[in-house]
């Protein structure tokens, strides 16, 4: 089928695709086959495949999330390729209708006018409290998508290689003890997570995003295994105590097992 061709065409260059419909899914190059370090070629490489191969166009969104890229990739088809960069996002959602974001059905639309939500920018200037409040989890979701935010991963049916856990936060965080109180519960989770699918692993990778939306990882490898939280939560501190930036204020934290 049409389908699997294409999906064999999205497996040139990742294994990290989570199917969305016959024709539609998730990629996550980060780290791609071919070692591209650009996204938009990527995309423009696929949208090439595609054409030469089937005969068809393809419309692909690129950004640095789910909600983003599936938002650029419905922006201009049939044809099209919208890149959404970090400094763009909240612009690009400001302008958007309400009825064209990612994941809010048609009864949410109806209540978000009747609040007086027609845009991205309207949606903006309502406090988390009442969207929570109004919509419970949606609430917690639209407040984060309207500024761009969405950190939910592709999830593909490959084996699991790693495991981890990661947070973006709305508030930047400056003080270093409650960076380290992050760094102990991200531990605690995919500690859990890792006694919960029997897994244990030799390598613990700290990821950390600053204000500036710089990245880094740090990674440290064991003697032996781990699935003990207190174990992985002192190596991430461990880690962290050697970064240079302490002055940075901090958006991003992950944490992640591997080495299985």
Known sequence: SVGLQIRAIFK??????????????????TENKLGIKSAVKIARLIQEDIWQELHLTASAGVSYNKFLAKMASD???????TVILPDQAEDFLKQMDISKFHGVGKKTVERLH????????????????????????LGYDLYRKARGIHNSPVKSNRIRKSIGKEKTYG????????IKKELALLSERVALNLNQQEKAGK???????????????????????????????????????E???KEKGVRLLGITVTGF
Not at 217 to 222: E, P, Q, V
């Open 12 to 29: 040139r260059y990742t294994d990290l695709i989570e199917p969305m419909s016959i024709d539609e899914a998730y990629l996550d190059v």
């Open 75 to 81: 922006y201009q088809k049939p044809h099209g390729l």
């Open 171 to 178: 508030k930047i965080l400056r003080a270093e003890e409650d």
């Open 114 to 137: 009747q609040m007086g939500v027609f845009t991205g920018a309207d949606l903006l200037e309502v406090p988390e409290v009442t969207l929570i409040d109004r919509f419970g989890r």
């Open 203 to 241: 390598i613990v990778i700290l990821k950390i995003r600053y204000e500036d939306f710089s990245t880094l990882t740090k990674r440290k490898s064991l003697d032996q295994k781990t699935q003990d939280a207190s174990q992985i939560s002192q190596i991430a501190l461990q880690l962290y105590e």
């Open 243 to 245: 970064l240079d930036e």
